[in-house]
């Protein structure tokens, strides 16, 4: 069931989305070579601890971790730990955070340090496709008009899009009705509403779509071991433009209280 959340809802959604985001902010400040995934994921779990918040991925689902640090051919849900990060690496960082029962989620795709040109290329198509698709994030467009759009731009540039995990929504629970496919035609799914707080979150690889879960039962791979990249925000719905509810910097003339 998709819930339409109320102002005081989004008030406390806007928080929470707030400490991701500025937990993602500083894991990719930490990112460089030499540091281990789990010094990332230990700075994100500063950051949250540091607004009395909570990690929403520890123990969710059984995942150890506050945060996903992916790399390079790893695409999703990669364990933080004792990997040493290298010139080169694409990094990808999935945060969430609980603010009083409601959760933000959030992701991007970092460079450690220098990394190719194809590789610069894929993470600004990632983030760019996301953009693409909330053009379409708007009351009374259908869902698939986001999914549409964000494969479309994807493919254009010479890229593929995993089908096997798709975006969700957000609310009192970390993924909560409707999915929300990176993929397929314009015109289907439910009618987007005000109220409506929805994660988008393109999954955008190098090769082939394909991708498969590792022996740890977490980390997602592509398939054919190339790059992939990450980029979300959780949105909300309006009567006009779309909300980026993740988003580390508070609006102009607002304020966020505890």
């Not at 992701?107 to 760019?128: I, K, N, Y």
Request: charged share 25%.
């Amino acid at each position: 069931m998709i819930t339409l959340k109320s102002p005081y809802e989004i008030l406390l959604m806007r928080k929470a989305g707030f400490i991701a985001g500025r937990a993602l902010e500083e894991a990719g400040r930490t990112i460089r070579p030499g540091v281990t995934t789990g010094e990332v994921e230990e700075a994100v779990r500063k950051v949250i601890a540091s607004y009395h918040a909570e990690p929403s991925f520890l123990g969710y689902g059984g995942f150890p971790a506050a945060a996903c640090v992916s790399v390079n051919q790893e695409v999703i849900h990669g364990i933080p730990g004792r990997k040493i990060l290298r010139e080169g690496d694409l990094v990808k960082v999935d945060v969430g955070a609980i603010w009083r029962g409601y959760h933000g989620d959030t992701a991007a795709t970092f460079a450690c340090g220098r990394v190719s040109p194809d590789a610069e290329r894929l993470a600004a198509v990632t983030r760019q496709s996301f953009y693409e698709g909330i053009k379409f994030a708007r009351e009374g467009q259908k869902l698939t008009d986001i999914s549409h759009a964000i494969q479309r731009y994807a493919e254009e540039n010479g890229f593929s899009v995993v089908r096997r995990f798709v975006g969700h929504g957000v609310g009192t629970n970390l993924h909560e009705d409707p999915e929300v496919p990176n993929f397929g035609e314009a015109g289907h799914g439910p009618r987007l509403r005000a109220g409506m707080t929805i994660a988008i979150e393109p999954m955008i690889n190098q090769g082939v779509f394909g991708v498969r879960v590792e022996s740890d039962g977490w980390t997602v791979t592509t398939i054919d071991r190339k790059l992939s990249a990450h980029y979300e925000h959780t949105v909300l719905i309006t009567e006009g433009d779309p909300v980026l509810l993740t988003s580390p910097v508070v609006g102009e003339g607002e304020s966020i209280q505890d």
